[in-house]
């Protein structure tokens, strides 16, 4: 496995402890952890948002060395706000994810392959929280990014696109061989779609290992406070959320 | 902006221009039949002025607003609700009338400071992306104290002459400028509008989130500070030169962005354009009014602006605005 992203000593204020990690190529990274445990720290951090310390390396790049025009290239970011504050068709608010230049075919293409030619004329801000997130999704993978951060992309999709996107996300993670980290609270989405699961915690990381291994271990109701019964999840008995640790 | 939309703006700026120097016609045309080196002096020393501030005044508070609408993502943000115009008009009374630096030089660098402190304050006060009515009160609560300050400014004045003196400037007006306070006020303007046009992408990446633009590599601190100083520039030395002229800069961004397809960046240059028509329009228009007398100009926009911002705010809703 490649790794084509390393992150060397990554902290973020008092949010996110120093933190090392590498991203393989072609496959799909998924961070999961309760409220307040460091997930959006941390791909904000990768993301070089919020004047994170460390060094990010991305295929032996550094972000911060491109110009905006081309980082776009390099890495994209999807917040976890579906917010639009202006009225852009579903075509100009995707078209933003590409370097200026590029031309409109690159978008129509790309909307016809997500299934969202139906939108792309439409006030993005009129739609849907969820048809608003495919958008904002397509934005994300419109420059062909190497390394994709994504903050619960499938929060606000109904069932279907929840494993249509996946699906999708993992293809195409595949295909062009770029790395990827997602932030999700479902653990079985997770289960199902990620390659290799990191577990956070009161800022740092716990525990980083293959779905299978770190869902059936006792890491899950450690730090969720949750255990796996007959039809699913259910709180640990005798844990109250009060006796959770504190948030960093 | 379509080609075909950019140029039919800039043919009506040109004709607005040339009836600007022309209109009215008949004393220009028995000044020629009598003195031509008189007439051909009228154009250029009391209406090419006036086009010219018109020209440039519009143009930059167009630009100003799309940027400080793109920059606060707000479709109601302008120079005067933010308080800017109200600043600078502060700023240029407290140097000419308490300092006694009547020079223009001295009024212009007190109203880009004046400008600049209450976008400033506007920042501090309602946050950078702010609920609209935040945004709002924090934008009144600036004018009204400025708007305070600036009375009190002319109270206190040494020269008793001072408010009468102030009141026509205050009211905003392109009236009786010389071609070199013209100059003043445009060179600077041309600056801001050049500059701001150049954060047009920047400012497109903000509809995206701050997270976004900053993961995208653009300094979201660094953007708040060319945005706040350019737009203080701008508008500050324009309101040192003609006084304070309000709505234009509410109003130009919002018909802008019908032509940049909603890009609150890409709609800098289209704001310009609208801008710079709605005064030189309006400024037309007061030469017609049946007073007997021209009607200031700040009076004209604020008549024609004001019921156009309520009827934003009660029946269009913000998002049909937008």
Sequence with gaps: MTAIVTGEALALEHRLLPTNLTLEAGRVTCLIGPNGSGKTSLLHALAGIGRPEGRVLIEGLEPRSLPPAMRCTLLSFLPASRDIAWPLTGRDLVALGLPPGNPATAVDALLEKLDLGGIADRRADRLSTGERSRLLIARALAARPRLLLLDEPTANLDPLWQLLLTDQLRERVRREGCAMLVALHDLELARSFADRLLIMNEGRIEADGTPAELLAGDHIPRVFGIERAADGWRPVPRFRPADRPPSP | MTRPAAAGLGAAILLLILLSLLAPWAPIRDLMARDSTLAAEILIQLRLPRAILALFYGAVLGASGAAIQALFA????????????????????????????????????????????????????????????????????????????????????????????????????????????????????????????????????????????????????????????????????????????GFVGLVAPIFARRLSHGHPGRAIGPACLVGALLLLASDLLTRSAPLGRPLPIGVLTALLGAPFFLWLVVHMRWRFVR
């Design chain 2, 74 to 245: 707000n479709p109601l943000a302008s120079p005067d609700l933010t308080g800017t115009t109200s600043g600078a008009a502060l700023g240029a009374v407290a140097t000419a009338y308490l300092a006694g630096i009547a020079s223009p030089f001295a009024m212009a660098f007190g109203a880009v400071a004046g400008a600049g402190a209450a976008l400033a304050l506007l920042l501090l006060l309602a946050g950078p992306r702010a609920e609209t009515a935040t945004f709002l009160l924090a934008g009144v609560a600036i004018s009204a104290l400025a708007g305070a300050l600036t009375t009190l400014a002319l109270a206190l004045a040494p020269s008793p002459f001072a408010f009468y003196d102030a009141f026509e400037w205050l009211m905003g007006s392109l009236v009786d400028r010389s071609l070199r306070e013209a100059l003043f006020a445009a060179v600077p303007a041309g600056f801001a509008i050049l500059f701001l046009l150049r954060l047009r992408r920047p400012l497109d990446m903000l509809a995206l989130g701050e997270e976004v633009a900053q993961s995208l590599g653009h300094d979201i601190a660094r953007l708040r500070l060319q945005v706040v100083c350019l737009t203080a520039l701008g508008v500050g030395s324009c309101v040192a030169v003609c006084g304070a002229i």
